[in-house]
């Protein structure tokens, strides 16, 4: 039988076996930890020269843009300021330049029929009661004095080309008077089933309303306004 003593040499082995196997694995996993955290991709350096200003990441499950500004995550863009969607339009532009894609100097505006009625001309009226508010009667065309000096060869031209038929034309004729000379390019259109569409440059907008450009929008009311003042001195 064996003694008190040799159960207690037995004990304290097994005691300090246990021990030194505890330390052991405790020291294994915490080397793992360390290892695993060395393993990890180190954070991206931007240089000071450059100057962060949006990420653009795309959700895997269907597809749609996400916009990261000013530490904010955007899904549409109507969640934006206005100020900040304008910030985005420049930028866009930016980025359009640096691709080498060329923006159209003219907007290609829908091919207009001619109006086979009376009808076409008189809806074209009303969709634009909203913005000009006087008679849409066509003015009487002032008939040539006799004696009067020969004309030019350019004014002959403009005499010669045909005067649009539509209120929408005619509003856009002055208004591409208003743009000689600059770098805008700005056109309105008439459309049967959405009424008066505006272009600037290749933007297309249902209506002046929602043209989201304040100077676009008062070069086309300008343009509305001497319409009218043109139809109240020739009747």
């Known amino acids: 039988m064996p003694s008190l003593g040799s159960i207690l040499i037995l004990a304290l082995v097994f005691v300090t076996v ?4 505890g330390a052991l694995v405790a020291i294994a996993w915490s080397n793992r930890e360390k290892t695993e955290e060395k393993e990890e991709p180190p954070a991206r350096k931007i240089p000071s020269r450059l100057e962060p200003i949006l990420e653009l990441f795309r959700l895997r499950t269907n597809q749609q843009l996400v916009v990261f500004i000013d530490e904010k995550y955007y899904t549409k863009s109507s969640e934006m300021e206005e100020s900040l969607k304008s910030e985005l339009r420049g930028l866009a532009e930016d980025w359009l330049r640096w691709l080498g894609v060329e923006r159209p100097t003219q ?3 829908p091919e207009l029929q001619a109006p086979p009625a009376i009808d076409i001309a008189r809806e074209s009226e009303a969709r634009l009661n909203g913005i000009v508010g006087i008679s849409t009667e066509e003015p009487p065309s002032a008939a040539p004095q006799a004696g009067s000096a020969p004309v030019m060869a350019a004014e002959l031209g403009q005499e010669l080309r045909p005067r649009p038929t539509t209120i929408v034309g005619q509003i856009n004729e002055i208004l591409q008077e208003k743009l000689a000379g600059t770098n805008k390019t700005i056109s309105l259109a008439d459309d049967m089933h959405r009424g008066v569409i505006v272009w600037v440059g290749i933007e297309k907008f249902d209506g002046i309303d929602a043209v989201p450009y304040p100077d676009a ?16 001195s020739a009747t």
Not at 18 to 21: Q, S, T, V
Not at 217 to 232: D, F, H, P, S, T
């Open 18 to 21: 246990g021990f030194i196997g």
């Open 107 to 109: 907007p290609v505006a």
């Open 217 to 232: 929008q008062k070069l086309i009311r300008e343009a509305v306004k001497e319409w009218e003042q043109r139809n109240e």
